[in-house]
């Protein structure tokens, strides 16, 4: 059970940055993106209508990469590192995990701890996991699949709502321009809206950030963001709590020159969960090798007979 409060905590900041922001990149709004532009008034200033229009339009574009994400498999790398009281890191694991696109359902496929391959057994169990999913969608009935999709829609429009919240809950400034991994960025920094009231309640905890976002002039799109929490967050059943103070940052990628994904995430915490156990950590995860992908057929285990 503390492990997952552990991970639920740490992917807590994570959730929101990715579902809030960090997907994006419909080529029906690339068009429009081109008349997009951050003018200053006679006092020198750039209008917050304008820099609204903007987050608005990115916000827009990011809800179409949830799409394009369900054709791609990646490697994800997971490192954590547990610190002490002092900030110093006491202990280091690893996890790889091969993210797999089964019937449009994201599956995790663990395929090294520590940098080191699973054992054969191990490694079977994984696939036989995946396999068992497969066979499932294979033989579900019409009235089970239609179900399915009912729930994902919903989800992908609460999604939906929660991303449009962005542009309301913060007063952005532009502050200026960066070149980030080659491409011209625009730079815009953020604090709570004072007085803003959520439309969801899940989008309350966007008023516990401040931070950075770098936003692609030529597409429109994040490409990089740095929040900090400015208040403690409490969340869960059991009480949980991240520290005023913890951090996130992500880093995107273009990839096949359709799409924005994730290329790094790094999470700074000091959380304590049921008012007793503090967990102070560093996570870094790392994505790459994304390829267009689907199956619908059996896998194989290496070194498995035919």
Known sequence: MAARLRQSVALLLFALLVCGLAWGQDGSAVASAASVDLKPDASGTVPAAQIRALLQLAEEKDLENDKRLRDYTYIERQQEHKLDDKGNI???????????????????????????????????????????????????????????????????????????????????????????????????????????????????????????????????????????????????????RIHKGARVEINLTRVNDEVWLPRQVQVRLDARVALFKNYREEIVQTFNDYRKFRTETKMTVVGETQ
């Open 90 to 240: 006491v202990k280091i694991e690893n996890r790889t995990l091969e993210i797999l696109e089964v019937y449009g359902e994201p599956v995790e496929r663990l395929i090294a701890k520590d940098d080191k391959p699973l054992p054969y057994d191990e490694a079977k169990k994984e696939d036989d996991k995946i396999q068992k999913i497969i066979d499932k969608r294979k033989n579900e009935s019409e009235s089970e699949r239609r179900k399915r999709l009912e729930k994902e829609e919903k989800e992908r429009e609460d999604d939906r709502k929660f991303v449009l919240e962005v542009a309301d809950a913060f007063n952005f400034r532009l502050i200026g321009s960066e070149v980030v991994d080659g491409r011209d960025t625009w730079v815009l920094e953020g604090d709570p809206r004072p007085g803003y009231e959520p439309k969801r309640r899940d989008a309350k905890i966007l008023t516990k950030f401040k931070g950075r976002v770098w936003i692609d002039k030529a597409d429109t799109q994040w490409v990089k963001l740095d929040l900090t929490a400015i208040d403690t967050i409490s969340f869960g059943l059991v009480l949980a």
